[in-house]
């Protein structure tokens, strides 16, 4: 219809502002969960998402955080934080990845700053390697958690990838990993997993991580961790940043993005932190500065309360020998639910070999099923994972273990 608007006349149909979007495409973690959440069968199974939850397939609250939620309650001010986030979460959250008695650390040769989880922890430093380093790339690992390259391709930063599954021994390819880092123009950022790949379990041995380290000091990589899964791998928060001592040892700057999510069950808190090592603390003051610069323009500030609970933590011993426990009962049912699977699988008379499922540790068995076999295991079976293969470990319960096994037996059986 046409009107007659004021001195002239004009079209009054609404015109479409976003005429030319079309749907995002699905992630593929979360729409596994939605297919989960409308499937009505009784004995169905969400293998798919990696939040830890107890025997009972339930979520949990770690006993720490209800005691630090309870001694926070009421004292804490609702003021912003500052752009660096609480100065006490950082301090000790890098105590955590580098050490108590870290130098680094007691000589503030770091720029720390609170994130938005692991996400925004990986998300602020894509943006600073863009704007620092706008020549370089980053190298992900072959696979990685689908998340690192949607981070750095929506921080613009071009991606590369390196060798590190080898889907014939179901382990590490460390051979290949070590030419592609070899192969990789001087002075590359990659992004290594500390402890518990995501999504192979499968972390380099020790003397591994020494020979990665020694050929970054060769090349002059710049390595980036990304530790999500600090005491899931091991059940021991100290050996699970080994890596990161080793190339602490070797004289490297890191960068290294953590996340309490898994670990303290803060889900939804978005608590983490990013620290950057640097020459001296001018450098890491300006570095610092930057960080802050950034996260201005994307959040202003970080969130308050997650960010208490986890300083509570981790700054009260009593608190924080009560985590370091409850981590170790996370880790210890996902070990136990890996044994009692291949003990079932193989006591099924399965001709395959499961030594991979408790070869590969934390939260993640990377199975080896064919995209095949895990659509018959969601069609016939319902039950529900990643196309990839890769099995979430913390939906296997002691009360579903046994269909599982069977299942995975059923579909294996031919192949
Ligand atoms: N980095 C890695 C390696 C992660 O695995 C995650 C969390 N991924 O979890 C979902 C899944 O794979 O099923 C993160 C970073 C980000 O964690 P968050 O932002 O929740 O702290």
Redesign the pocket.
Known sequence: MRRFLGRRWMSTSTVGWWDNVGPAPKDP?LSITEAFLADNHPEKINL????YRDDEGKPIVLQCVRDAEARIAGTEYLESLSRQGSLKLVMESVKLAYGENSGIVKEGKFAGVQAI????A?RLFAELQRRFQPDSRIYLPVPT?S??HNIWRDAQVPQRTFQYYNPASKGIHFAALMDDIKNAPNRSFFLL?PCAH??TGIDPTDEQWREISYLFKVKNHFPFF?M??QGFASGDLKKDAQAIHIFLDDGHLIGC?Q?F??TMGL?GQ?V?CLSVLCVDKNQATAVKSQLQHIARAMYSNPPVHGALLVSTILGDPGLKSMWVKEVKVMSDRLMKMRNALRVNLENLGSALTWEHITNQVGMFWYSGLNPEQVDRLRNEFHIYMTHDGRI?MAGVTTGNVDYLANAIHEVTKSG
Request: with cysteine; hydrophobic share 25%.
């Open positions: 973690l798919g998402v990696g939040a989880s692991g996400t925004g990986c958690w998340n690192h997993h995501n999504p990304d999500a899964y993005a996340s999510a898994k889900y978005r983490g979430s």
